[in-house]
Structure formats: structure tokens, C-alpha cells
């Protein structure tokens, strides 16, 4: 049985459509990324799983509970360990108050080593912390009760490279210990490092559900080459595509079939363009695996945008 399981899950508010028929299942000890920009859906779809929100269509499980279900969704979150995106906490309160309250309600197995890593200031009052503080704090919340499943909305937001870096580290050791974790993100470089699977949501509609390498196996790869003779292009997109970013070559030398310097994304197959370039004198080569910025922008650059059916003008349009 999946941790999360969505079929069809639709949420609308009047003519807005928030999320469209969302299908996904998250399996138990993977990390899986929900990437998308500010708008597309990602926290609309968490407020449903949590039942803060009633699903227009569609259903949810969460933990194999069905999340209309009110005294099974109770039982589910007594295993779940939630940071929404922007916590919130009362701030005449010290951390520490906050952090008793929580241990007094869910239970407190693991505070002693949450603390010692994330290090928020506890005896401060909350209204004095600053936004990576607070971010700190609901970590620790979010996992003192040694939770079997994390859902996390924008959890490194705020934080600073080395409480990111010690995020990671912990995320990664969590999920070899067999925790499901499912978390929100916009930030592409931590998607690329942290996750096993990644889901990519525009305008509400989940558009992909691939495992990281996949994406990045269709990004391709980022070739600059210099040559010490013209290259003709059909021998740059051979086995492959061939996508022309640049061209810097001598003007006595520039053609429109062939290049002395360039740089491309080339998605083929590389051993076969590397034989291809044998023929040639090279003077500089490089191949970098593509930006999985690359791939975000197939899904959302250009004049791909959908529209989606109302716009988020009104109700839900502060949507993570």
C-alpha cells in the first residue's frame, strides 16, 4: 500500500481550478518532489491530504486512510509529521513553550538530537526568531515524534547553505530508515539531490511523474566544442537532437551549415557524437549534464503556458 495515494483529485473554487485531476501514488520510503512554481497547485493538493481542504472530485488516502473520512484521517496523522510553508506560531512564546505544547499533544521521541542538528534558539521568544529560525523550529516538530511520513511544503525556504546541506543529510538518512517523505519545492537543485521521484504540476494538472535521472536523461546534455575546422551540423546531431544555442566561429569562416565554436544540448546518443567528432580537430571539448532547469523549462517556458480554465484571480491564487 502507497503512503499517498491521489486518483482523479480535483479542487475548485467556483471557476478556478486549483488542482485538475490529480493521479499519483507515493510509495512508502521513497522522497518524492512536488516541483512547481508559486500558483501551480502543490499547496492546494497538501491542505487536501491533510483534510484542511474537501476534495471537489476525486479521492485521497493518506497512509491508507481516506482523507474525508474525519476519524480516519485522525489515526493517519498520529503518524504524519507536517511543516506547512509558512509555520506559524504564537510569538509571546519562547521555542521551548512551543516545543512542550507539541510534546504534550504527539509525544516527544527524538527532540534531544533534532535540536542538537537544527539548533533553533529555544529560549527566545518567537516573535524575535527570524525566518530560518522558524523554519528550524517546525523541523523539529515536524519529526519529534518520529513520524512514518513527512510532508513537507518549501521546507528549506529561509534556511541558510549549511542548514540546508544538514537538511539534506538528515532527509536522506530518514528515508533509509524506511520514512516516506513528500515535499513541495521550487528549488530545483535540492529536487536533483534529495529526491527519488519527482512530480511536475502546471496550472493544477500533474504534467510528469519520473524518477529524477529520467528528467534529467531528457535534458540532455550541454556540449561547447572549438574546432580548428568547420563542423558541418549534420554531423553534431547525429543518433540525436541537436539544438543550436550559440555560434562564435570567424566571420572568413562562418557558414550556415557548418561551425567552428559552438555550444548545443544535444540528446542523443554521446558515444555516437564523440565518434563522429574523430574525424575533426578539436581544440576544446566539454560535456556537462543539462541544468535540470532545462528540463522545468520544457514544462513552463515559452508560449507553453495553459490556461487554465478561470483564472487564479481570486480564491486560491496564493497557491504554493
Known amino acids: 500500500m502507497a503512503a499517498i495515494e491521489l486518483e482523479a483529485l480535483t479542487k475548485t473554487y467556483g471557476e478556478v481550478v486549483a488542482n485538475d485531476g490529480v493521479t499519483v501514488d507515493v510509495e512508502r520510503g521513497e522522497i518524492f518532489g512536488y516541483l512547481g512554481p508559486n500558483g ?5 493538493t497538501i491542505r487536501t491530504l491533510l483534510g484542511f481542504l474537501s476534495p471537489t472530485a476525486g479521492t485521497a488516502r493518506l ?5 474525508t473520512d474525519e476519524r480516519a484521517l485522525l489515526d493517519a496523522k498520529r503518524r504524519l509529521g507536517y511543516l506547512p510553508d509558512n509555520p506559524a506560531f504564537d510569538e509571546t512564546v519562547t521555542g521551548r513553550e512551543v516545543l ?11 527532540s534531544e538530537a533534532l535540536l542538537e542538528r537544527f539548533d533553533p534558539p529555544l529560549d527566545r521568544e ?3 526568531y527570524s525566518h530560518g529560525n522558524v523554519r528550524k523550529l517546525g523541523l523539529v516538530l515536524a519529526f519529534m515524534h518520529d513520524p512514518d511520513l513527512a510532508i513537507l511544503d518549501e521546507p528549506t525556504s529561509g534556511l541558510d547553505p549549511l542548514m540546508q546541506q544538514r537538511f539534506a543529510e538528515f532527509l536522506r538518512a530518514e528515508r533509509d530508515r524506511g520514512v516516506t517523505v513528500f515535499f513541495s519545492s521550487h528549488v530545483l537543485s535540492e529536487v536533483r539531490r534529495l529526491c527519488d521521484r519527482v512530480g511536475i504540476i502546471r496550472n493544477g494538472r500533474l504534467v510528469a511523474v519520473e524518477p529524477v535521472e529520467s528528467l534529467l536523461d531528457r535534458s540532455g546534455k550541454v556540449v561547447r566544442l572549438r574546432a580548428d575546422e568547420a563542423i558541418p551540423h549534420e554531423v553534431l546531431s547525429v543518433d540525436g537532437v541537436y539544438d543550436l544555442e550559440t555560434e562564435t566561429s570567424k566571420p572568413s569562416e562562418r557558414t550556415q551549415s557548418a561551425v567552428t565554436e559552438c555550444t548545443f544540448t544535444f540528446t542523443g546518443d554521446v558515444n555516437a557524437l564523440l565518434a563522429a567528432l574523430r574525424e575533426y580537430r578539436l581544440l576544446d571539448l566539454s ?19 495553459e490556461p487554465r480554465r478561470g483564472e487564479r484571480a481570486n480564491a486560491g491564487a496564493d497557491d504554493g
Open 63 to 67: 497512509l491508507g486512510h481516506d482523507v
Open 287 to 305: 560535456i556537462e549534464e543539462a541544468p535540470l532547469e532545462d528540463v522545468f523549462m520544457r514544462f513552463y517556458g515559452g508560449d507553453e503556458r
Open 40 to 44: 501551480a497547485g502543490k499547496t492546494t
Open 100 to 110: 512542550e505544547l507539541h510534546a504534550s499533544i504527539k509525544g516527544d521521541e527524538r
Open 126 to 128: 518567537v516573535r524575535d
